[in-house]
Structures are given as C-alpha cells and as structure tokens.
C-alpha cells in the first residue's frame, strides 16, 4: 500500500487560507469515508484535527475544515495563525482492511 | 483524563526482539480499538497494525506482517506489540493510539523510541 501524496509544503500569510491536498486511488481515499487529518509540531504526538473526511473532534476551532472529492481529500486552514505551522497528515482506510498515511505537509505561516 | 504512556523502547541488535507496552487510564480500555503508528526519525507517519476492543482482529502493515504482534491486556488496560527480527529501518518512535472513530486516532501517547543498531 503505497503513502497517499501530499504536497511537500504550502505557506500563507497571517489571516490567509490554505489547502493541503491528499490523493489516493479508489482504493482507499475515493471508496471510504474514513479519511482523518493530524497536526503534528516538532517533539510531539499528532493531534487529531479531522476526522471521517469532514467532521471535526470537539476543541478544534472551525478554522480547519475537510472535504473529498473523487480520491482527492482536502485540508483547510483558513484565517491562518501562527501556531498553526506545523506538519500536516492525512489517513484514509483502504481495501485491504489496513490504513495508510500521506507523505506530509509542512505548513509554514510567512 | 485520557492518558496513554508507551514503553519499553532502547537499543537493540538487528534480528533480536522487543517488547513496546501502552498502558492506558482515564477511559473504559475494552471499548476501544487500539492502534500502534511510528515515525522513523525525520520522517513521515507509518501506521504500523490495529486490534479490535475484543482482539479478535488483528491488522497489519506490509512492512511488519509476520515480525511484529499486536495484542492486548483489557484486564490491565494495557497494549502490548511484540516485535521480531527487527531490522535498521524498524527504527522509530512508536505511538499508542486510540481509535475514536473508523481509524481516526483521539488520543497518543508520547511515543517510544527504538533504535536497531549494532
């Protein structure tokens, strides 16, 4: 099961939006629901940020919202802040009744 | 509250064997599906193998299937994953994590680091 492919890293000024991308195959991004979104600053664990594609865990500002698209996931930041930069993942369940996680993207607030 | 602390990770020769544990508080342990993903220093996350509230089923990665074992003590509130022949690119830290909802995991660990070196 080879990573799902997100863009290395994408920037933005203070207030801006931005959009991290996660592609899969219909084999797992374009076929589940399943698809989660993580934060993850230097030294520590990963925080949940979405979870089944566009739902978001209690605590975590509306400013990040999710959507999919074919076997495409979306990411967005918007009214970006400081202390969101940080390295971002997404997860999607797949056929073979595993998970795979995306290569990663470095988010960095100019 | 929640609270998930890995353990046993150090240094170890290639080919030998570790034992890594999550104990876990703060939430009824047999309800939830329990997961282990590591991170290979520098980079990305790599999920590695998941186990049912129940242990009745057990998943893993490719990269792991037929080395590592997933498993769990709901009685002590504790994950446990045996890992065999390991290998220089099993070095990582390894998290706990718990699944909140079709594998989107609420709540890690600190993580623990294993080094395969000789």
């Known amino acids: 099961q080879s990573a799902l492919t997100q863009p290395r890293s994408v920037s933005g000024s203070p207030g801006q939006s931005v959009t991290i991308s996660c592609t899969g195959t219909?084999?797992?991004?374009?076929?589940?629901?399943?698809v989660s979104w993580y934060q993850q600053h230097p030294g520590k664990a990963p925080k949940l940020m979405i979870y089944?594609?566009?739902e978001r865990p209690s605590g975590v500002p509306d400013r990040f919202s999710g959507s999919k698209s074919a076997n495409t996931a979306s990411l967005t930041i918007s009214g970006l802040q400081a202390e969101d930069e940080a390295d971002y993942y997404c997860?999607?369940?797949?056929?073979?009744?595993?998970?795979?996680f995306g290569t990663g993207t470095k988010v960095t607030v100019l | 509250q929640v609270q998930l602390v890995e353990s046993g990770g150090g240094v170890v020769q290639p080919g030998r064997s570790l034992r890594l544990s999550c104990a876990c508080s703060?939430?009824?342990?047999?309800?939830?599906?329990m997961h282990w993903v590591r991170q290979a220093p520098g980079k990305g996350l790599e999920w590695v193998a998941v186990?049912?509230?129940?242990?009745?089923?057990?998943l893993y990665a490719e990269s792991v299937k037929g080395r590592f074992t997933i498993s769990r003590d709901n009685s002590e509130n504790t994950l446990f994953l045996q890992m065999h022949s390991l290998r220089a690119d099993d070095t990582a830290v390894y998290y706990c994590?718990?699944?909140?909802?079709?594998?989107?995991?609420?709540?890690w660990g600190q993580g623990t680091l294993v080094t395969v070196s000789s």
């Open positions: 997860c999607s369940y797949t056929v073979n009744y595993i998970y795979v």
């Open positions: 703060g939430f009824t342990f047999n309800n939830y599906a």
């Open positions: 994590a718990r699944d909140f909802s079709g594998g989107a995991n609420d709540y």
């Open positions: 219909s084999s797992d991004v374009g076929n589940y629901k399943y």
């Open positions: 089944d594609v566009s």
């Open positions: 186990i049912s509230y129940d242990e009745n089923i057990k």
